[in-house]
């Protein structure tokens, strides 16, 4: 049951210094949509032709690995101060990117974990994938054309589709303890890259029970989250388009930009007290300090 207690822990996040934690979080947002937007650019740039959209892809991936390690590097360690009641401010998420805060290591730390995840789905699609590669670039293809396929278009199912999705969720459950751990230890202890990943997989393999009971609880959370923030943002829309159909939009925004946020908060807050039963060994959140804006690390 530790599972649900870090649920509820990441949700409870940010009452030691709300500014900090739900600002950091923004940012955090914000530099998550620079890689999309990278790609869009250079898509047009570029063309929409397979080449083009290979090197955007490409290049995009690049720039999301290692400006994701270093802002997620960042506000790991704002939550951290902000759990033990050290001052720290939401500019703090931006500390990575300045020198001597250990940026090559978070983003070192960031490949390896991209490089586990790529054997890992390499070695799921070759034991139960047969024609997953196949089918995956049929849909490419499609994709390429434009507008919605018909369903005569549409090729068929693999026939280990299933599996495939079923090992593709145990795989996504245990890199997301290999993550918060490791990159935990990175982020906030100075571990060594391989020490970390040690510490990330033993960590994980020993509490793989509660890892995947969180991860069922929420995303059964998420869904029934989705479904009321979705009737939420029906409703405003329809009381919206009676005057205007744009201040029905104006009204949905803030919906989903706070649904965005809450998300953000959740998700790493989660991941930080993971880190922290399983190798932080750090002392009980302490009341917040009101002064300063810098971490003591």
Not at 60 to 66: D, E, L, R
């Amino acid at each position: 049951m530790k599972g649900l207690e870090w649920l509820k822990r990441g949700i409870n996040l940010g009452r030691h210094n709300p500014k900090a934690v739900f600002g950091g979080a923004v940012l955090v947002a914000i530099g998550a949509l620079l890689p999309g937007l990278l790609q869009l650019v250079m898509l047009q740039a570029m063309g929409a032709s397979a080449t083009g959209q290979l090197i955007a892809m490409g290049l995009s991936t690049v720039v999301s690995i290692v400006l994701m390690s270093l802002l997620v590097g960042g506000y790991l360690r704002v939550i951290h101060a902000a759990e033990q009641g050290r001052p720290v401010g939401p500019s703090d998420v931006l500390a990575p990117f300045r020198a001597g805060q250990g940026a090559a290591r978070l983003v070192l730390f960031g490949v390896l974990l991209v490089l586990v995840y790529l054997v890992l789905a390499s070695v799921v699609i070759l034991l139960v994938g047969e024609g997953f590669i196949e089918w995956y670039m049929q849909m490419m293809v499609l994709s390429q054309k434009g507008g919605a396929p018909t369903a005569d278009a549409m090729p068929a199912l693999p026939e280990g589709f299933g599996s495939v999705v079923g090992l593709g969720f145990l795989v996504a459950v245990f890199l997301g303890g290999v993550y918060s751990i490791g990159f935990g230890q990175v982020a906030l202890t100075g571990r060594s890259l391989g020490g970390a990943l040690k510490d990330g997989l033993g960590g994980t393999l020993k509490n793989l029970l509660p890892l995947l009971l969180l991860a069922v609880v929420s995303v059964v959370a998420l869904i029934v989250v989705a479904l009321v923030i979705g009737l939420v943002v029906t409703l405003l829309a329809l009381v919206g388009n009676l005057i205007h159909p744009v201040l029905g939009m104006v009204l949905a925004l803030p919906v989903y930009l706070a649904l965005l946020l809450g998300i953000y908060v959740v998700m790493f807050g989660v991941m930080y007290q993971i880190w922290r039963d399983v190798a932080g060994d750090v002392p009980p959140p302490v009341a917040p300090s009101t002064s300063g804006t810098h971490i003591e690390l």
